[in-house]
């Protein structure tokens, strides 16, 4: 069993920062990719950044400049650090990490619980 442990949300006003941090533990073999998705009201799901095992990052470009993903590969931890928080980052953030067992075994995708955002004055 694999679990993803989020962190970290909560309210904060504009132009504000908060950081989120995830967990994974259980039966890991190895950790591929670990990333931040969110999800506004109404809204799908969509992308925030990634981060590679080897450490490459993507970011949505809404964030680009003013979030920064970063990973510890020995504590299999994912932090997102948010500066520069807007109205529209409001959301619940979801952590997810590409995660196989055993390394033998099929890669799969897990999911945090979310953690709520709210950026508000």
């Known amino acids: 069993q694999v679990q993803l442990v989020e962190s970290g949300g909560g309210l904060v006003q504009p132009g504000g920062s908060l950081r989120l941090s995830c967990a994974a533990s259980?039966?890991?073999?190895?950790?591929?990719?670990m990333g931040w998705f969110r999800q506004a009201p109404g809204k799908g799901r969509e992308l925030v950044a990634t981060?590679?095992?080897?450490?490459?990052?993507n970011y949505a470009d809404s964030v680009k400049g003013r979030f920064t993903i970063s990973r510890d590969n020995a504590k299999n931890t994912v932090i997102l650090q948010m500066n520069g928080l807007k109205p529209e980052d409001t959301a619940v953030y979801y952590c997810?990490?590409?995660?196989?067992?055993?390394?033998?075994?099929?890669?799969?995708?897990?999911w945090g619980q979310g953690t709520q955002v709210t950026v508000s004055s």
């Open positions: 981060i590679t095992s080897g450490g490459t990052t």
């Open positions: 259980g039966r890991i073999g190895s950790i591929n990719a």
């Open positions: 997810n990490a590409n995660i196989r067992t055993g390394f033998q075994s099929a890669w799969a995708s897990y």
